[in-house]
T-cell receptor, first 111, second 117 residues
Framework: DAKTTQPNSMESNEEEPVHLPCNHS???????IHWYRQLPSQGPEYVIH???SNVNNRMASLAIAEDRKSSTLILHRATLRDAAVYYC????????????FGKGTRLSVIA | GAVVSQHPSWVICKSGTSVKIECRSL??????MFWYRQFPKQSLMLMAT?????????EQGVEKDKFLINHASLTLSTLTVTSAHPEDSSFYIC?????????????FGPGTRLLVL
């Protein structure tokens, strides 16, 4: 499994953008980059994923470096509800393989 | 999106008893389900992969005789913690993928918090 490096924690003010970085220098050419988040006392929830191109959805944007060795999850306007642990996970995208979680980044949002 | 449910959401039991946790995929069929556990302030750790109609595959260090997994149907997998001890107290989370619809997404249950006294 590709190893990832994420900051242990980050802090943001409410209504401001947040850029959550992830290094995955050993990612294989066929791995997708997934981002999940886990709110307190809940199971993880899907945020976004991509392979090579930048991606946008209603929750966030994902910027993938050209060499794919790093990516950045962008929350355009942080809300208090976005306070969670964010996990960046390279994954083969096979239906039979589980996601392997690293330590993630704990995001705090200040009102 | 697809929904995965777990029951119960929390359970308290005495040391030495067994506890069963159910994981259901509510609107899709899951050939494969995954069980994780999470200790306080730590990340999720994969325990086992549950395959419908066959034996589960356990991760290294996870006792298969202690954590019994049954995946008897395409929508239900159960995890039984046998002879539970206080060190088994944890947050147990199941997960499944819905290959036909969204191979890229793994759906997680809300978790079951187990406290063994």
């Amino acid at each position: 499994d590709a190893k990832t490096t994420q900051p242990n924690s980050m802090e943001s003010n409410e209504e401001e953008p947040v850029h959550l970085p992830c290094n995955h220098s050993t990612i294989s050419g066929t791995d997708y980059i997934h981002w999940y988040r886990q709110l307190p006392s809940q199971g993880p929830e899907y945020v976004i994923h991509g392979l090579t191109s930048n991606v946008n959805n209603r929750m966030a944007s994902l910027a993938i470096a050209e060499d794919r060795k790093s990516s950045t999850l962008i929350l355009h306007r942080a809300t208090l509800r976005d306070a969670a642990v964010y996990y960046c996970i390279p994954d083969l995208n096979s239906g039979n393989t589980p996601l392997v979680f690293g330590k993630g980044t704990r995001l705090s949002v200040i009102a | 999106g697809a929904v995965v449910s777990q029951h119960p959401s929390w359970v308290i039991c005495k040391s030495g008893t067994s506890v069963k946790i159910e994981c259901r995929s509510l609107d899709f069929q899951a050939t494969t389900m995954f069980w994780y556990r999470q200790f306080p302030k730590q990340s999720l750790m994969l325990m086992a992969t549950s395959n419908e109609g066959s034996k589960a595959t356990y991760e290294q260090g996870v006792e298969k005789d202690k954590f019994l997994i049954n995946h008897a149907s395409l929508t239900l997998s159960t995890l039984t913690v046998t002879s539970a001890h206080p060190e088994d107290s944890s947050f147990y989370i199941c997960s499944a993928r819905d290959p036909p619809k969204g191979r890229e997404t793994q759906y997680f249950g809300p978790g079951t918090r187990l406290l063994v006294l």
